[in-house]
């Protein structure tokens, strides 16, 4: 199978605190992984798209100073929410292929509440 | 990224029914992906497009490849319970080919009274 993992599950933090999502891909090596962003009942938007060992690549309308995005190796990507607001507060969802124009498998996803 | 208008936007029906939801882009696609989300889960690929005119079957699930290139539809025949869930259409962008960065429909979201 392609196993992709998500951690954590759910958090809750404060306003003005940072926060960091993890995403594993557990039984394949990923070269690129991707993060989007869902809001309840709306669809999935792409933020970024991460690859293994360079810059991520933002999407228009994504600020890359507040959503930081590293992807160090092969098999984990992190997305760090920085000086988060309430309205930061969402679904936040990776995926992760082992090439670019392969299927991507999808992370559990992670919610992310900031009060 | 180019809009993929999806619809219906929601459906209830009884179990045993079929049902049947579409895409439609401004833009023409190069693949089509259907996926299913359960609540408080990442999406699954269900079924994947590549060609135009494609008719691709995975169980009780048939989806088409416009032969446009700028819709496609997914058919669930004899609905169960588990079928519920939120249902995406989604394509790589620009014009891309396979996968790559993918633009998602609004979804579908299926109700299946028992």
């Known amino acids: 199978g392609a196993v992709v993992s998500q951690h954590p599950s759910r958090v809750i933090c404060k306003s003005g605190t940072s926060v960091k999502i993890e995403c594993r891909s557990l039984?394949?090596?990923?070269?690129?992984m991707f993060w989007y962003r869902q809001f309840p009942k709306q669809s999935l938007m792409l933020m970024a798209t991460?690859?293994?060992?360079?810059?991520?690549?933002?999407e228009q309308g994504v600020e890359k100073d507040k959503f930081l995005i590293n992807h160090a190796s092969l098999t984990l990507s992190t997305l760090t929410v920085t000086s988060a607001h309430p309205e930061d507060s969402s679904f936040y969802i990776c995926?992760?292929?082992?090439?670019?124009?392969?299927?991507?498998?999808f992370g559990p996803g992670t919610r992310l509440t900031v009060t | 990224g180019q809009q993929l208008n999806q619809s219906p936007q929601s459906m209830f029906i009884q179990e045993g029914e079929d049902v049947s939801m579409n895409c439609t882009s401004s833009s023409i696609f190069n693949t089509w992906l259907w996926y299913k989300q359960d609540p408080g889960e990442g999406p699954v690929l269900l079924i994947a497009l590549y060609k135009a005119g494609e008719l691709t079957s995975n169980g009780r699930l048939t989806a088409q490849f416009g032969i446009t290139r700028k819709d496609s539809f997914l058919n669930i025949s004899a609905s169960i319970p588990s079928d519920v869930g939120i249902y995406f259409c989604?394509?790589?962008?620009?014009?891309?080919?396979?996968?790559?960065?993918?633009?998602f429909g609004q979804g579908t979201i299926l109700t299946v009274h028992p």
């Open positions: 989604a394509g790589p962008y620009a014009g891309g080919t396979s996968y790559g960065k993918l633009t």
């Open positions: 039984d394949f090596q990923a070269t690129t």
């Open positions: 995926s992760a292929t082992r090439d670019p124009t392969d299927e991507q498998y």
């Open positions: 991460s690859n293994e060992g360079s810059k991520a690549t933002y």
